[in-house]
């Protein structure tokens, strides 16, 4: 009772907040009641994936949403005795030492762990945002919910706030294609990686948008780095995937669609070549090998744990031609792999649900297309590059369908968006919506 009531006076303050502040309390047509039911949403979601994770898969020891949680306790035990302890664990600062591993950190499951082949291992960073968090909650689970969809709500309409203004007399639908999205708001709303993705992704491409604004602030820049870094400690391979896209858009923008394809191939033709090389410049960055090993260690993870939604899939080595081989079959899986391996209980069949709407709602949008010359050509491509690099990735290394529904959450409402960019209303919805948006 203790852990709701604090949770509940945590959301009151949160929405007072979004009453004064005018990120939120200034979203372009989106009230601030509108806003404030958005976050609301997004907690209840967070308890929905609480309430699974403690009555439907209740091992705790393997639910990403306590495994972490328990974790961070003995971060935060370390406070009150030695809060230089605390704090050079929560900074990373001198930590990697034989007393740290002693006093701290084999008290841990998933400090270190046995299935790992990230460039860095991001459960260090939820760890560590638990461990924070801590700080206020007092250890009650249902506040770091509040946080963590409070946190992930800044992100989503940092996002809706950068398409707005390139999707007109779309408004309502990208709002409801950022943050409605079944699949989206389940995993992006707990205690989990995802809502702190979507806290980078939001703020990263928020703020860059800033930084080419007349009025931008001192702090833009130093905003843009931290979600920059985060995105980085989080989820390395979403971070790779959006700077071309990012880098393209940037030099593409407002150009004619012959130079936008030009520089679309320069773009990414460099970015694939410096990719396959970089071993040559910084030891240990072989991308194939990467890929490679974490394809590997999800399938021996996914037989060890006998994961319901399995896909045995071929083998990867790190060779250019198997790659390119198998990358029709990786954006397969990723795109439509849960519609039609739709996992066992009720997860699956929303999921396959989900997907199967998705694939109608865009083969709509190609159906019912603006004219391509009305068509911004930098920004579809852009939202394309992203999109197809980062399903590759997953696809190519993620075998349970279940995870590819978590995993591509960062991917799914850009798919929508794309659609949005595409797509004509007027010749779906007619002549109302044009009286429609005459009305506005």
């Known amino acids: 009772m203790t852990g709701i009531l604090l949770a509940l006076s945590y959301t009151a303050l949160l929405l007072a907040l979004m009453g ?19 976050f609301l949403l997004k907690i ?5 994936l609480w309430a699974v994770y403690t009555y439907i898969y209740p091992d705790r ?24 302890d605390y704090l050079k664990m929560l900074f990373g600062f001198r930590n990697d030492t034989p007393e740290f591993l002693q006093k701290y950190y084999l008290h841990m499951n998933n400090w270190e762990r046995q299935y790992e082949s990230n460039l860095y291992n991001d459960a260090h960073t939820i760890i560590r945002f638990n ?9 009650e689970y249902h506040v770091h919910t509040v946080i963590a969809a409070f946190l992930s709500t800044l992100g989503s309409i940092g996002i809706y706030r950068v398409f707005v203004g390139r999707v007109p007399g779309r408004e309502n639908l990208l709002l409801g294609a950022v943050f409605l999205l079944p699949s989206v708001l389940f995993w992006s709303s707990g205690v989990i990686k995802e809502s702190l993705l979507f806290f980078g992704l939001g703020l990263f491409l928020y703020q860059l948008q800033a930084l080419g604004a007349s009025t931008r602030s001192w702090y833009d820049p130093l905003l843009a780095l931290f979600a920059l870094a985060l995105l980085f400690l ?5 971070l790779m995937s959006l700077l071309p896209a990012v880098l393209f858009f940037a030099w593409s923008k407002g150009r004619p669609v012959r130079a936008v394809v030009v520089r679309f191939g320069l773009v990414y033709g460099a970015f694939i070549a410096v990719g396959l090389n970089l071993q040559r410049v910084i030891r240990g960055m072989d991308i194939l090998g990467i890929l490679t090993m974490k394809q590997r260690d999800f399938v021996g993870l996914a037989v060890q744990m006998k994961s319901g939604s399995f896909v045995m899939p071929e083998l990867l080595l790190p060779e250019l031609k198997l790659f390119l081989a198998q990358a029709p079959y990786a954006l397969y899986i990723t795109l439509l792999g849960p519609l039609v391996y ?13 997907n199967l709407v998705l694939v109608l709602f865009l083969a709509a949008c190609l159906v019912f297309h603006r004219p391509w010359k009305e068509v911004n050509m930098a920004l579809v491509l852009a939202l394309l590059g992203y999109i197809t690099l980062l399903a590759l990735v997953i696809g190519w290394t993620t075998p349970v369908m279940g995870a590819v529904v ?8 850009f798919l929508l968006i794309l659609g949005l960019c595409v797509v004509d209303s007027r010749r779906i919805f007619g002549s109302w919506w044009v009286k429609r948006n005459r009305a506005r």
């Open 342 to 354: 739709a996992g066992p209980g009720p997860l699956g069949l929303i999921s396959a649900a989900e």
């Open 44 to 48: 209840a979601a967070g308890t929905a």
């Open 406 to 413: 978590r995993y591509r959450a960062p991917l799914m409402p």
């Open 234 to 238: 989080l989820k390395f391979y979403v």
């Open 61 to 84: 020891n393997t639910a990403d949403i306590f495994k972490y949680f328990d974790d961070s306790f003995h971060m935060y035990k370390a406070l009150p005795d030695h809060p230089v």
């Open 20 to 38: 004064v502040w005018r990120f939120f309390a200034q979203v372009p047509h989106a009230s601030v009641r509108t806003v404030r039911l958005l």
């Open 131 to 139: 461990a924070a968090v801590r700080l206020i909650s007092f250890g």
